[in-house]
């Protein structure tokens, strides 16, 4: 490369100073696409950090060379606006073919190496074209194709310049090869592969050929732990494995292709600059690497919008030169001795770029992105495997509205990824020390990263049915009668308590018959048990159904005024529900004996895990097997509300007054044994998610609380699970397990605890101090909210204890082969919660579930996990209140930066929504964990112009959900703010009486 020109500057700028600077002297307006790569002391090619000063990332400056290069390759060239910028791409494309890394038949390389001669030497003459082509080496293989290129070159008479760079383009971008650049791995097999990354995706290479490829809408996040680069994706009913490891050379060559594969993500698949990352109050987790720059969509705007004075790209003789070089004599001194000149191989003239780059902010994978949207809004905050939000289509820019629909249809067929050079900065010092010399060159790998929030919804437009006008005749044909949406609701949860009943009655039973690891005695017992119960509430569903044709008017009947009721229909089948009380009774003996069963099998432990994992069995198995109790409180809700309604003269008040009485009157028989059989759930449940621990569940022990808080060590804050009892407290890190179980660190008995706020004394907001017999923790919440409602529990717990003097308190000893001191820990650096779902955004889990690893797109999240990345707590309470608070029922759902509205089957239960088609299909098509949402009415700045509205939001995921009438609104507003809203100080253990089994 030539060139005499040199920019002074100090080392202690940072990159995006000395970028700037380059792309000013270029005259280059659409710079974004480009950037300065070296080769660090690792010896691993990094991008210069933008945000960071030059001499804190350079250690050697006169033995560096840094790259100026192509960084990002649009999805189509002819999103690249300016004549200059198409040409600087046209360069690293020459170059590629040059170095060998852009591979390709040998009739594509003898066109493309057609279009580059026509333009460097114009139209064919044989004796020139000779000449040139013995002086200049293009491609390795070049002399065995010299005819071709002749044939093609002869061709192009008339062709300019700037056609030629389109024209090179134009075949590039079409190759499987263009702008890869491929990062050594392998994978868990051993295998030698190569990853890159593209707009599209993650690519994996064997050779030279493609073998996998990962759309970003399919990526949940990415991650990095030492050497092992993981990539989890979205659930999807027909995914068998939602994690791929890959291991690569080293941790840095792991962690800069992480980087790599973020800002690709940032670039193209967010619509403005993701925010930047607050900053922690003590330490930080993780990488604090984030994205920085426009992405192609502000950039797009900001050319098309015009605001800089445009100069045209002139070139100065018909022979161009590969590079030309900065004007002589054109410098910036530094105003101290620690700046170094800037000598650049070449450069280009054209107009100057006032282009002003904004502070950049971290870049996140969301949880929720469908694969494919056709509208989207000019703007979007980040959302999640990086930052993006839940809708976002798969290219980051709109192509121009010039374009065909056959070009737009091209262009995304295509996948460029990235790896030009456009010339060389060689940091080598010849003007004494500290002084560098960089001269341009392209070569490129961008940085990646990804977040995921929690896991969400996985919907696309094609799996629902948008019907505005349709819900609009709905509405006019239904009645308005307050009675009928009541009765409809008994409907709508009928079906889905139905269903329940048949995981159980059908598919759990079917799958014990084919592996026979069942006991006769406890087969017996469950299913002569629940077969009663699903054939009573087939006929109950059918006949409140009829009556609810009745009511709407499908038949003359109801002119009468005769069906217009739906008391008469509850008070007759709750009487003969009274019948069945006896096989109500029998539930806590079934649950509590098929949880001996397992301990005692392990043939049906696994078998009753295997069932688990299909897609039918969305809720933990003992949730399904405490339904009827749960029921039970459903109805007595239903006619609590129908005879509020109802004045007392009304035909239906009476039978649903007298149905009220019958229902209540079971639920009362059936409370102490559902209570009892609801706690003793959840220890088993926590049993099985921690690790460490062996008696767990014993007589007299009650959970009270769980939730995340930050427990100061030596280290600084780390972030633990806390797990609260009425006899000890636990706290716990999440492993890496199959099933991200959780470790127990410790525990302390509550027994002469003392709590203090201690905020002052550490300068840690929300920090309190616990002051046990023989140890003292102290720990932060989240939020203040969060530091009262664990004050409050642990202050009850302990008066509590005290009030038992300890008698009652056991401590958990060790499981085998677990000691109590080999924890693990989750601050560590590279672990892969440092990228995780809430270091954000959505969708996370599954909502996106997020970063919860294992996770099936059908399964409920659990709700330790929920904390774990929403830092917030979950009581004893609030499982209650959630367990009386369901809801299944059509709702319409919009998502923030779409036009339509999409109807769904929705069901609320386990604070949790689950999504389906329609009330037949077998099992939810995806879920949104709802811990640490907000409900509210929409805003006018969200333009929803419809009634009945509600909007759940958690950071930047925005969801917009329409019900069908003001009763059903109230309802879904009702019961989702149960579980986005902790209860109070209602006590379930002040009742003080413990439930032994």
């Known amino acids: 490369m030539e060139g005499n020109g040199q920019l002074m500057f100090q080392l202690k700028a940072s990159g995006k100073h000395l970028l700037d600077l380059i792309c000013h002297n270029l005259n280059l307006i659409e710079s974004d696409y480009f950037a300065l790569e070296f080769l660090d002391h690792h010896k691993v090619m990094v991008w210069l950090d933008l945000l960071k000063p030059i001499v804190k990332q350079v250690r050697r400056p006169r033995h560096v060379v840094m790259r100026f290069v192509v960084k990002f390759f649009p999805p189509d060239h002819t999103q690249l606006q300016e004549e200059l910028t198409r040409y600087l791409f046209a360069l690293q494309i020459k170059q590629d073919l040059a170095s060998g890394r852009m591979t390709c038949n040998d009739t594509s390389a003898a066109l493309l190496v057609s279009h580059i001669i026509q333009s460097e030497i114009g139209d064919f003459d044989e004796a020139v074209f000779s000449e040139h082509l013995a002086k200049h080496k293009y491609i ?112 840095d060559s792991c962690k800069a292709f992480w980087k790599i594969c973020v800002e690709y993500h940032a670039f193209f698949r967010l619509f403005e600059e993701p925010k930047p990352k607050p900053k922690p109050i003590l330490f930080s987790r993780g990488s604090s690497f984030r994205f920085s720059g426009r992405t192609q969509k502000q950039l797009l705007d900001y050319v098309k919008e015009g605001g800089y004075k445009k100069t045209q790209f002139e070139r100065k003789h018909s022979k161009v030169q590969s590079i030309r070089s900065l004007p002589d004599h054109q410098s910036l001194v530094p105003k101290q001795s620690d700046g170094f000149p800037f000598g650049t191989g070449s450069s280009l003239t054209g107009p100057p770029s006032p282009n002003k780059r904004k502070d950049p902010g971290a870049s996140r994978l969301t949880d929720e992105q469908p694969a494919e949207r056709k509208s989207r809004s000019p703007s979007r905050s980040p959302k999640g495997v990086g930052q993006k939000e839940e809708e976002e289509e798969g290219e980051a820019a709109r192509e121009n509205s010039q374009q065909t629909k056959a070009q737009r249809d091209r262009q995304n067929a295509v996948s460029p990824a990235y790896s030009p050079h456009v010339s060389e900065l060689s940091l080598n010092s010849q003007a004494g020390p500290g002084v560098l010399n960089l001269s341009l060159s392209p070569s490129l790998s961008p940085d990646g990263r990804t977040h995921s929030p929690l896991t969400t919804p996985l919907l696309t437009d094609a799996t629902c049915v948008k019907t505005d006008d349709e819900e609009e005749m709905r509405r006019k044909r239904f009645p308005a009668d307050k009675a009928y949406f009541i009765a409809k609701e008994v409907s709508t949860t009928e079906r889905t308590y139905l269903k329940d009943l048949e995981v159980i009655t059908t598919s759990f039973q079917s799958a014990l018959t084919r592996d026979d690891v069942m006991p006769e005695q406890l087969k017996t017992l469950l299913f002569s048990n629940f077969e009663p119960l699903y054939k009573f509430h087939t006929g109950f569903l059918r006949e409140v159904e009829q009556r609810l ?161 930050s427990k100061l060590s030596a280290k600084g804050l780390q972030q633990r699970m806390f797990f609260l009892f009425n006899d000890i407290l636990l706290y716990t890190s999440r492993g890496l397990t199959a099933s991200n179980q959780f470790k127990v660190h410790g525990q302390v008995p509550l027994y002469g605890m003392t709590i203090e706020e201690s905020e002052e004394e550490w300068s840690v907001p929300h920090c309190f101090t616990l002051n046990g017999q023989h140890q003292t923790i102290i720990v932060a919440a989240s939020a203040r909210v969060e530091m009262d409602k664990w004050i409050e529990d642990l202050q ?180 989702i703010r149960s579980a986005t809203s902790s209860a109070t100080r209602t006590r379930l253990l002040s009742r003080k009486e413990s439930h032994a089994y």
């Open 140 to 251: 390795p293989q070049q002399d065995a194709l010299e005819e071709k290129i002749k044939e093609f070159h002869s061709g192009h008479v008339g062709q300019t310049p700037a056609a030629s760079d389109y024209q090179l383009l134009e075949v590039a971008r079409k190759l499987e090869m263009y702008g890869i650049r491929q990062h050594r791995a392998k994978d868990r097999e051993g295998t030698k592969i190569n990853l890159s990354v593209s707009h599209t995706g993650i690519i994996v290479f064997q050779g030279n050929n493609k073998i996998n490829s990962f759309n970003w809408a399919k990526v949940r996040k990415l991650s990095f732990k030492r050497k092992r680069f993981l990539i989890k994706f979205r659930p999807e009913t027909n995914s068998c494995q939602d994690t791929l490891e890959f291991t690569m050379a080293s941790r």
């Open 796 to 975: 009850m717990a302990i008066d509590l204890a005290q009030q038992c003097n300890g008698l009652n308190s056991e401590l958990l000893t060790p499981s085998p082969g677990e000691g109590t001191n080999r924890f693990f820990s989750i601050n560590s650096v590279e672990s892969t919660d440092e990228t995780s779902v809430e270091q954000e955004s959505e969708d996370d889990l599954s909502a996106s579930r997020t970063s919860l690893e294992r996770q099936s797109p059908h399964r409920a999240i659990p709700t330790m996990h929920v904390c774990w990345h929403r830092s917030t707590s979950v009581s004893m309470v609030d499982y209650s209140i959630a367990v009386e608070n369901q809801l299944s029922g059509n709702l319409l759902r919009k998502f923030k930066n779409s036009n339509g509205w999409q109807k769904l089957w929705v069901v609320f239960t386990n604070f949790c929504l689950f999504f389906y088609k329609s009330h037949q299909d077998s099992h939810p098509l995806a879920s949104l964990p709802l811990l640490g949402y907000s409900v509210t009415m929409p805003a006018e700045s969200d333009n929803i112009h419809k009634d009945y509205v509600f909007k759940l939001q958690f950071k930047s995921h925005v969801y917009f959900f329409r019900a069908e009438s003001e009763y059903t609104f109230e309802r879904w507003m009702e019961v």
């Open 549 to 709: 044709a009745l009511w709407e008017g499908r038949s003359n009947a109801h002119i009468k005024g005769d069906y217009q009721r739906i008391g008469d229909v509850m008070l007759k089948n709750l009487h003969s529900m009274k019948q069945l009380t006896v096989h109500l009774q029998k539930h806590s003996e079934i649950l509590m004996e098929l949880e001996k069963a397992i301990r005692n099998s392990r043939k049906l432990e696994a078998a009753c895990w295997e069932f688990e994992q299909q897609k039918v069995c969305y809720l933990p198995l003992n949730v399904f097997l405490l339904r009827p109790l749960h029921r039970l409180m459903h109805y007595k809700q239903i006619l609590e509300r129908l005879c509020k309604h109802y004045p007392p003269s009304h035909t239906d008040f009476r039978d649903s007054r007298a149905a009220l009485a019958e229902v209540a009157e079971m639920a009362a028989q059936l409370h102490g044994s559902m209570i009892k059989m609801e706690n003793f759930q959840k220890l088993v449940e926590l049993k099985r998610d921690l690790i460490g621990i062996d008696n767990l569940v014993i007589p007299g022990r009650e959970f009270i609380r769980q939730g995340c808080l």
